[in-house]
């Protein structure tokens, strides 16, 4: 099994910055993608930011020049750099990778338990 665990959240006001975390622990063979969601009260999870293995980036619309996300493969952390936080970023930001873990040989999809983002104006 794979365990994910974020980290980095906290409160702070519109056009702060923060840095997330996550880092994946257990038995693994290799992680593939890792990914960024984020979800708000009453509002559905949605996908923020995924970076490969080689080092390719993509983001939801809304995050584009603000946040980047990056890697470290040897310590299979991700990172989520927020920069210009509005209060629309306000949300429990959960990290997701896909993963090959002993003794299974096929890829899973892993999910940590979220860290919270608050932004207040």
């Known amino acids: 099994q794979v365990k994910l665990v974020e980290s980095g959240g906290g409160s702070v006001q519109a056009g702060g910055s923060l840095r997330l975390s996550c880092v994946a622990s257990?038995?693994?063979?290799?992680?593939?993608?890792m990914r960024w969601y984020r979800q708000a009260p009453g509002k559905q999870r949605e996908w923020v930011a995924v970076?490969?293995?080689?080092?390719?980036?993509s983001y939801v619309d809304s995050v584009k020049g603000r946040f980047l996300i990056s890697r470290d493969n040897d310590k299979n952390t991700v990172y989520l750099q927020m920069n210009s936080l509005k209060p629309e970023d306000t949300a429990v930001y959960y990290c997701?990778?896909?993963?090959?873990?002993?003794?299974?040989?096929?890829?899973?999809?892993?999910w940590g338990q979220g860290t919270q983002v608050t932004v207040s104006s």
């Open positions: 997701n990778a896909v993963a090959i873990s002993p003794p299974s040989l096929n890829p899973q999809v892993y």
């Open positions: 970076i490969t293995s080689g080092g390719m980036r």
């Open positions: 257990g038995s693994i063979f290799s992680v593939n993608v």
